[in-house]
């Protein structure tokens, strides 16, 4: 039975896999045809793009980015079955990075802000010691 189990699971892992692949596929092939849009919008401009248009594309960028970085995610678990929480600490520091990048501080209250900036410490922190853990370990074998 957890033989079966196994194999399941590593269908479903690999379906995630190719699902994940086509989202990023379709994400970047997105973005490539808004930057052409906006880069031949016939508005006369000193620049091709303003800033609320980069701001979009970055946003799209770290999105595909985040993609890229959870394909790795389950790569590895495929690999070695198990869960590398270094690659998930930094997947969820780009996360946060990217609705830092995107965030209209006009529309956005104090308190988010102030929410926003406690993840962003947490998740450094958190960051900080694993590394540091990983790094004492190897000293010892």
Request: aromatic share 10%; net charge negative; glycine share 4%.
């Amino acid at each position: 039975m957890e033989k079966l189990l196994k194999k399941f699971e590593y269908y479903i892992v690999i379906g995630l896999l190719a699902m994940m692949a086509l989202v990023v596929f379709l994400s970047t092939v997105e973005l490539a045809v808004i930057i052409v849009q906006r880069m031949l919008s016939g508005k006369p401009q000193l620049f091709l793009l303003d800033i609320s248009d980069m701001l979009e594309i970055f946003g799209f960028f770290m999105m595909i980015l985040i993609g890229i970085e959870l394909i790795e995610t389950i790569k590895v678990y495929l690999e070695d079955e198990s869960i590398h929480v270094e690659i998930i600490c930094l997947v969820a520091i780009v996360a946060v990075a990217r609705k830092v990048i995107i965030i209209d501080l006009y529309k956005v209250s104090p308190v988010a802000l102030l929410g926003i900036a406690a993840i962003i410490l947490a998740l450094c922190i958190g960051y900080f010691f694993l590394k540091r853990a990983m790094h004492q370990e190897k000293l010892i074998d």
